[in-house]
């Protein structure tokens, strides 16, 4: 079953460095378990990493896109191969202007003078360089200023974040003007700000133009990925923007912090924070990644999956194509398997009647009034039903594995 998205749309080029998924909400949603198998997009590969540090039997990453493939790859051996310090710089998670002390002592150590980040960076490359794939390693080789410069500002998604950074914000509101937000209000400090500072014509009218369907479809990601869903992009996101200015906290939102500074901040998305380091690299042999679409995927499996992350993969579908996805991802499913993914724009969801797959409603909806990654109208988790009868033999835990 071929993916609708590989016909229409060119896959060579990085589109997200980084995952724009809120991954304390997938893990709450997924509650991974040492014995599970998990398949994840790959995507900016932070939130497949994020997975690994629950310890599961096996993680599956996949994407269709070589570079996203490339990137998480990328990723991986900077955890393998790299320090703490280390790997966030290779990434430039951080200010480039507050380097952290570790890496600025071992950089005086080991050259005896003051590098330019740029080439710390290719150093730190040319230690995770050596085990990475062919492709890979042809993929960074050939994008020496994507490493300069920190991976995480690579992506085409990114890199229309910081236009919006540098020349769209600029026009409406001065970093004195959001700055107090990013230090930490009172929910109604944060009203009172929106409302009388932040607000207004010429925000609402530019914000309007920065994202709309037109604009960010080209500019930051691909018209396909838009095709499906009738609301207003633009409403859309604007309305979820002021809530994530105001009902969530933007001192405690790493995905706001990236997006108004250009780096993380206060706070880190899980996969990068330093508590999650050690966890992450010891699991890292129980992860594997493929090329390939999430349908052809499938097709060649035939090991029972216990939890999936995908993303928002759904939304490059038609209803038609996620219907049939949806019961083959039921027939590669364990017992008991989750799943969770987001609908940005349109309706991907799954009835409360559906056969193969239940929506945890109570629970989504939860978690999506915390989804910091605030640019989803829904979160959903499903769950496949518990047997009424078991099938088979009833001590056979994937007597439901590839039913017809
Ligand atoms: C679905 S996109 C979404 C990114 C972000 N959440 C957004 O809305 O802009 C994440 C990743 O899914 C991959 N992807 C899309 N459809 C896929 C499919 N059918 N099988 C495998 N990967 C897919 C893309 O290449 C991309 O790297």
């Given at each position: 079953m071929?993916?609708?998205i590989e016909r229409h749309t060119r896959f060579d080029h990085l589109r997200y460095a980084q995952c724009w998924e809120d991954a304390d909400i997938l893990l709450a949603a997924l509650a991974v378990q040492p014995h599970h198998t998990c398949l994840s997009i790959a995507s900016g590969g932070e939130n497949t990493l994020a997975l690994l540090s629950r310890g599961p039997q096996r993680v599956m990453a996949v994407d269709l896109s070589p570079a996203q493939i490339a990137c998480?790859?990328?990723k991986v051996e900077a955890f393998r191969c790299l320090s703490y310090p280390e790997m966030l710089t290779l990434l430039g998670a951080r200010n480039p202007e507050v380097r952290s002390q570790e890496v600025r002592s071992q950089e005086v150590r080991s050259q005896g003078s003051q590098r330019t980040l740029g080439s710390l960076r290719s150093q730190?490359?040319?230690?995770c360089r050596q085990d990475l794939s062919p492709q890979a390693r042809e993929f960074w080789d050939g994008r020496p200023g994507a490493i300069a410069q920190g991976i995480l500002h690579s992506g085409k998604f990114e890199r229309y974040l910081a236009l919006f950074r540098r020349w769209v914000l600029p026009l409406v509101h001065s970093s004195a003007t959001w700055q107090p937000i990013l230090k930490?209000?009172?929910?109604?400090?944060r009203e009172d700000w929106y409302a009388n500072q932040w607000d207004g014509w010429r925000w609402q009218w530019l914000f309007r133009a920065f994202f709309s369907r037109f604009t960010l479809g080209r500019?930051?990601?691909d018209p396909e990925f838009l095709r499906y869903g009738d609301q207003s992009l633009a409403d859309h996101l604007l309305g979820r923007t002021r809530y994530a200015l105001t009902t969530l906290d933007p001192a405690q939102n790493p995905y706001l912090q990236w997006i108004v500074l250009g780096h993380y901040d206060t706070v880190l998305p899980y996969a990068l924070r330093p508590e999650n380091f050690d966890a992450i690299?010891?699991?890292l042999d129980r992860l594997e990644w493929h090329t390939t679409s999430l349908e052809d995927f499938l097709a060649q499996n035939d090991h029972p999956i216990d939890r999936f992350n995908l993303s928002n993969v759904f939304e490059y579908m038609s209803e038609s194509h996620f219907q049939t996805v949806l019961n083959t991802l039921h027939q590669h499913a364990a017992p008991r398997a989750k799943m969770a993914f987001w609908n940005r724009l349109s309706d991907r969801t799954c009835a409360a009647n559906n056969p193969h797959w239940q929506p945890l409603v109570g629970l989504a909806a939860q978690l999506h009034q915390r989804d910091q990654v605030?640019?989803?109208k829904r979160f959903m988790v499903v769950q496949t039903p518990a047997p009424l009868a078991p099938e088979g033999d009833p001590s056979n835990p994937t007597s439901s594995f590839l039913r017809p």
């Amino acid at each position: 079953m071929p993916s609708e998205i590989e016909r229409h749309t060119r896959f060579d080029h990085l589109r997200y460095a980084q995952c724009w998924e809120d991954a304390d909400i997938l893990l709450a949603a997924l509650a991974v378990q040492p014995h599970h198998t998990c398949l994840s997009i790959a995507s900016g590969g932070e939130n497949t990493l994020a997975l690994l540090s629950r310890g599961p039997q096996r993680v599956m990453a996949v994407d269709l896109s070589p570079a996203q493939i490339a990137c998480l790859e990328l990723k991986v051996e900077a955890f393998r191969c790299l320090s703490y310090p280390e790997m966030l710089t290779l990434l430039g998670a951080r200010n480039p202007e507050v380097r952290s002390q570790e890496v600025r002592s071992q950089e005086v150590r080991s050259q005896g003078s003051q590098r330019t980040l740029g080439s710390l960076r290719s150093q730190f490359y040319q230690r995770c360089r050596q085990d990475l794939s062919p492709q890979a390693r042809e993929f960074w080789d050939g994008r020496p200023g994507a490493i300069a410069q920190g991976i995480l500002h690579s992506g085409k998604f990114e890199r229309y974040l910081a236009l919006f950074r540098r020349w769209v914000l600029p026009l409406v509101h001065s970093s004195a003007t959001w700055q107090p937000i990013l230090k930490g209000l009172s929910p109604t400090e944060r009203e009172d700000w929106y409302a009388n500072q932040w607000d207004g014509w010429r925000w609402q009218w530019l914000f309007r133009a920065f994202f709309s369907r037109f604009t960010l479809g080209r500019l930051g990601t691909d018209p396909e990925f838009l095709r499906y869903g009738d609301q207003s992009l633009a409403d859309h996101l604007l309305g979820r923007t002021r809530y994530a200015l105001t009902t969530l906290d933007p001192a405690q939102n790493p995905y706001l912090q990236w997006i108004v500074l250009g780096h993380y901040d206060t706070v880190l998305p899980y996969a990068l924070r330093p508590e999650n380091f050690d966890a992450i690299r010891q699991n890292l042999d129980r992860l594997e990644w493929h090329t390939t679409s999430l349908e052809d995927f499938l097709a060649q499996n035939d090991h029972p999956i216990d939890r999936f992350n995908l993303s928002n993969v759904f939304e490059y579908m038609s209803e038609s194509h996620f219907q049939t996805v949806l019961n083959t991802l039921h027939q590669h499913a364990a017992p008991r398997a989750k799943m969770a993914f987001w609908n940005r724009l349109s309706d991907r969801t799954c009835a409360a009647n559906n056969p193969h797959w239940q929506p945890l409603v109570g629970l989504a909806a939860q978690l999506h009034q915390r989804d910091q990654v605030f640019f989803y109208k829904r979160f959903m988790v499903v769950q496949t039903p518990a047997p009424l009868a078991p099938e088979g033999d009833p001590s056979n835990p994937t007597s439901s594995f590839l039913r017809p």
